[in-house]
């Protein structure tokens, strides 16, 4: 493997991050049609990324088991939700407070997109440039996602911002991370499976009602079917 290579394409991921977020902040007269898109991007992800790609690598669990660690997953972010609705004492405070929640799980997110790249290259030149493509393409609807997910509960320009540059700024982070440490393969298993619980709730309890809840027209309904056709084709040519 070859440090420089990895931290390159890294780099890259930060560009495609950065470019997807103001392709967002760009579009805000056409916000539903953004956030029925990454409702299916982030669903799309779940479903056609992370929980095969769990079940495949696990040596311990089956895929029973897995699945059952992907619900552990998806009711933690519930509980995580609830609790930070508890502590809000206003409508507002609470819904920013959602937004940074699902920024920082989408940036968590990043940094295993990077660790994954560097891993990949430690199996094989071949696999690495794979799953290095595959984690350009979706980081793009990251960075769309992140910005997404931040605005539409309230927070500003200015915040949105800030959180796409640490999402950003996560998959270098977490190539350099892969240079200096080695996880078995049910530790990433367990935690690709955590993950797609999280995406799960985020997709379908967070953008999904908000991309139709003002703008519920065919278009909206379109842009969800091809965000997540979108992440359907970059996994299926990710093998």
Request: proline residues 2%.
């Amino acid at each position: 493997m070859h440090p420089f290579l990895v931290l390159t394409i890294a780099l890259a991921t930060c560009a495609a991050t950065i470019v997807g977020g103001f392709f967002a902040i760009g579009m805000r007269d056409r916000l539903h049609l953004v956030l029925g898109f990454s409702a299916g991007a982030v669903l799309g992800v779940a479903f056609f990324d992370l929980m095969p790609e769990a079940i495949e690598t696990s040596r311990t669990f089956d895929g029973r088991e897995m699945l059952a660690i992907v619900a552990l997953g998806f009711f933690f972010y519930v509980l995580l939700d609830r609790l930070v609705l508890l502590h809000s004492h206003g409508g507002h405070d609470h819904a920013v407070r959602r937004g940074w929640i699902g920024a920082a799980s989408l940036s968590v997110h990043s940094f295993m997109d990077g660790f994954a790249i560097g891993v990949a290259f430690q199996a094989g030149h071949g696999i690495g440039y794979v799953v290095a493509a595959a984690v350009l393409v979706h980081d793009f609807s990251d960075g769309l996602n992140t910005v997404n997910v931040v605005v539409k509960n309230g927070a500003g320009r200015q915040t949105a911002i800030g959180w796409l540059l640490i999402d950003a700024i996560a998959p270098v982070v977490g190539a350099s991370t892969s240079l200096l440490i080695a996880l078995s393969q049910n530790a990433v298993a367990v935690f690709l499976a955590i993950f797609s619980g999280f995406f799960l709730y985020i997709g379908a309890s967070d953008l999904l009602p908000e991309s139709h809840h003002k703008h519920p027209r065919f278009f909206t309904t379109a842009a969800t079917f091809a965000g997540a056709a979108c992440l359907f084709i970059v996994t299926r040519i990710a093998g």
